[in-house]
């Protein structure tokens, strides 16, 4: 019953910023963290960035990201500034939550495809 929307995706050129958002929905009771991973074809699945109280980055992404939440609509944003190729790959929300039926579980969202062209 719980559902991560992620919205923002597209094709950008090299240098260029798009703007993430991933809405939570559902039975939810609270949810503990958000944050945003991708994943390239042929790689793993790597962590973006997450927040809590506070802001945690990976190294790759550092002073070009930036994610933030809006409590009030249970909705986090990544803004991607100076995109590069290697940052191409389908990018997804998640979230731990609390609902009535659980005491705390991950959740994803289906993903949106970011394409960097050079």
């Known amino acids: 019953q719980v559902q991560l929307v992620e919205s923002g995706g597209g094709l950008v050129q090299a240098g260029g910023s798009l703007r993430l958002s991933c809405a939570a929905s559902?039975?939810?009771?609270?949810?503990?963290?958000m944050g945003w991973y991708r994943q390239a074809p042929g790689k793993q699945r790597e962590l973006v960035a997450t927040i809590t109280s506070s802001t945690n980055y990976a190294d790759s992404v550092k002073g070009r990201f930036t994610i933030s939440r809006d409590n009030a609509e249970n909705t986090i944003y990544l803004q991607m500034n100076s995109l590069k190729p290697e940052d191409t790959a389908v990018y997804y929300c998640n979230a731990h939550i609390v609902t009535t039926t659980y005491y705390g579980m991950d959740y994803w969202g289906k993903g949106t495809l970011v394409t960097v062209s050079s």
């Open positions: 559902g039975s939810i009771f609270s949810i503990n963290s």
